[in-house]
């Protein structure tokens, strides 16, 4: 069984940084890819960021956060991460982490959280504005 752990949610003001990170435990860890994911209140879980968890690790965002988000791993460490700048009120979510098993060749499937098969419990985003 694998465990995910988010950290590093908080209170910022609009325009400001935040960091999240995703770590990984239990039997070997090898996913296709991780996504994190977001879920406001009264809305719909919502894709935000994906990336390949080997091959290069290529990235996938969701267009309300391409050019202000950024996705990375470290696979020796088990752990992704979110790095959140020009963060705007509309970013206020519970985010999560997840990871994928099986491989798809088209990075958009990555977008799904129906692909995912692990998921954490959450860290809370608010921004203020």
């Known amino acids: 069984q694998v465990q995910l752990v988010e950290s590093g949610g908080g209170l910022v003001q609009a325009g400001g940084s935040l960091r999240l990170s995703c770590a990984a435990s239990g039997r070997t860890f090898s996913p296709s890819a991780m996504g994190w994911f977001r879920q406001a209140p009264g809305k719909e879980r919502e894709f935000v960021a994906a990336i390949r968890w080997n091959g290069g690790g290529s990235t996938y965002y969701a267009d309300s956060v391409k050019g202000r988000f950024t996705i990375s791993k470290d696979n020796a460490k088990n752990t992704v991460y979110l790095q959140m700048s020009s963060l705007k009120a509309e970013d206020t979510a519970l985010y999560y982490c997840?990871?994928?098993?099986?491989?798809?060749?088209?990075?958009?499937?990555?977008?799904?959280?129906?692909?995912?098969?692990?998921w954490g419990q959450g860290t809370q985003v608010t921004v203020s504005s």
């Open positions: 997840a990871a994928a098993r099986t491989y798809y060749t088209e990075s958009y499937y990555y977008s799904s959280p129906a692909k995912y098969y692990y």
